[in-house]
């Protein structure tokens, strides 16, 4: 797919100015771990990710432009306009064209398969949705409908067809049930994960401040079969602990104005609205 080509819509009534009433940026940071160990259990998408050859883009090597062109990329796709996204899928296309699986891997991979887009723009809408229900408690089924379609541009703003978006939540949650179970966290991936859990990548003193609670964080807002894979314990006490925490968030965050509520995103948006107009690179 070029920028040319028209992207297919939702047919929804929200836009990317009125969306932002219901997109939280904590929760980019809340959810942020736990949705890439998502993504990557599936063996496709994770392998993908570990072999690539672009190091510019692995956050064990740049994990502070992996985290900038991560929420870019969310910022572009839920507050972006079209131009935006068409500007933004060229870049990241530019970073996905080598990353595809060689004759003899044994998983095979191409980041330009939608079906594996599918999956991972799933896992973002999966944990937009947890955590907001979470935060803020259930939207109302007619908007919950809405932002669901609207969601859809988590996929098409890569090359995941409109129509390969279940068209409805209850679609969705039965897509995603039957697709949870079949991911698999081999020892492999297990060790990238646990890294990445553990903070392997910053020096020793912030690891040791912030490794177990990123740790517990993490753990919180996996689903349950994948905390089996990951082979963690949670107890009904952990997350009574976890609601208390996200309670006391949740009670300062919902009362601030709108553009502090969708902060970082509207900031990565900006900053890529003026890596283009300032010709840098946007990945």
Known sequence: MTAATPLPEPQVTLTPETVREHVDGIASFLGGAANVIMQLSHPPVGYGVMESTVDSGKASLHPVKRLRTTLTYLAVALIGTERDREVYREAVNGSHRPVHS??????????????????????????????????????????????????????????????????????????????????????????????????KWLSPIPRFVFGRLHRFGVTALLPQHLR????????????????????????????????????????????????????????
């Open 228 to 283: 089996d894979e990951m082979h963690m314990t949670w107890t009904a006490r952990d997350e009574r602990t976890y609601t208390a925490i996200l309670r006391a968030i949740s009670a300062v965050w919902i009362r601030m104005p709108v553009v502090l509520r969708n902060a970082p995103l509207n900031t990565c948006l900006a900053d890529m609205r003026m890596r283009r107009r300032l010709g840098l690179s946007l990945v």
């Open 102 to 199: 060689k004759p003899d891997a044994d998983v095979k991979y191409n980041a330009f398969d939608p079906k594996l887009q599918l999956w991972v723009a799933a896992c973002l809408y999966w944990g937009i949705d947890d955590l907001y229900i979470r935060m803020h408690g259930p939207m109302e089924p007619e908007l919950a409908e809405d932002f669901y379609r609207y969601c859809a541009r988590l996929g098409t703003t890569l090359q995941m067809r409109q129509d390969m978006w279940p068209p409805d939540r209850e679609s969705f949650y039965r897509y995603w049930e039957e697709s949870l179970p079949l991911r698999v966290i081999d020892d492999t991936t297990r060790a990238y994960f646990t890294e990445l859990v553990d903070l």
